[in-house]
């Protein structure tokens, strides 16, 4: 049913983690709701409504706002993208979550292989957890769209046709040939229109930087240090949420696995920000690569930005990270391994500008 898509030189060693990190507070979470999340770009109507308008239950109903608006917020999809996939989810599971198809091996939201057999490939592998979860499967969608699927995320960015985003997503994210019957192609753009005239119009976006306060009474030093990304950050990061690739050697990548260097080097490979993964490499220790980049044409500038390498000077070695977001109280948010010696899963960390940082963006 689905079709599985399927260095030679080390600089010295960089790093152990210089880090000034002082005991945080969380942050005051956001508001959620079992519809998903109110922030970012969201529609306005409740599952009462959107049961009522497409027939549905509102368990059922429930679930499609909650893809709905994480694909909007989350993966910064237009409506006509989102709407092509919910036809695709229609189609597949109905919507929900626990949908099986023992005969195929497949389970979830968009049936995803893997599940009862690896027939048709094993895309479950990819998961958090084996679990027929809401929020596991939508993680899983991230995952895929991010990585392997990048391609369908970028069509789905830009989709303006509901009907023919619905057609690309049954073909390319679920493996579903157009002259496949399966496919249903007319019944899947009718689908794709009711979606979108359901939710068309009902859009609205919240502000787009979290906003950080003095709330948490912390005058220096770390707001929130975490190995699971923040949810205060869902739909905000221009880039997408940092991948597993990032956690791979990515392109020319020549820096030590696991270092703060080798992450920077694949996050900024991931993101496209330099198409040429060559610049990244021989920058010496963390904190000399923001001189290093300037050296190679990069702009140094005074305050954090996103898509800026920072680097912390410091100890034997300094550090670098990556900054994914930057609030507007002038906190950001930045990536980055080696956090504590833990090198095979990437740390994030609110921070506030601080005389031992430089920034360096590119040109």
Known sequence: MKKWLLSTLL??????LLLIILAGSAIAGVSTSSSGTTKGSHT?????????????????AA??????NYQLSVENFTLAGSTGSLAVAERESGFDPKAINISGGVAGYFQWSGWSSTINGNRWAQAESKTLDSDVELKLMSTELNGSYKAVKEEMQKATSA???????????????????QTKAKELKADAKKWYAIFDGTIETTSTSADFSGETG??????????????????????????????TTLGNNTYPAGQCTWYVCNRLIETGICSNSAI????????????SLVSRGWKQVSSPQVGAVISF????????????????????????CNYNNVQNQVHYQVMKPASNQSYAVMQ
């Open 163 to 181: 009907q023919d985003a619905a057609l690309y997503w049954s073909e390319h994210y679920e493996g579903v040939a157009l002259s496949d019957g």
């Open 63 to 68: 679930d499609v706002i909650k893809i709905l």
């Open 218 to 247: 912390l005058t220096t030093g770390t707001i929130l240090s975490s190995f699971t990304f923040p949810t205060e950050f869902n739909g905000k990061l221009k880039y997408g949420i940092p991948t597993s690739n990032t956690m």
């Open 11 to 16: 600089l010295p060693l960089f790093l152990p």
């Open 313 to 336: 000077s410091g100890g034997i070695y300094g550090h670098v990270a990556f900054i994914e977001a930057v609030n507007q109280d002038g906190t950001f948010l930045i990536s980055e």
């Open 44 to 60: 306005t109507l409740t599952t009462q409504e959107v049961a009522q308008k497409a027939a549905i239950s509102e368990e059922r």
């Open 280 to 291: 990244y490499n021989y920058n010496g220790n963390g904190q000399d690569w923001v001189a």
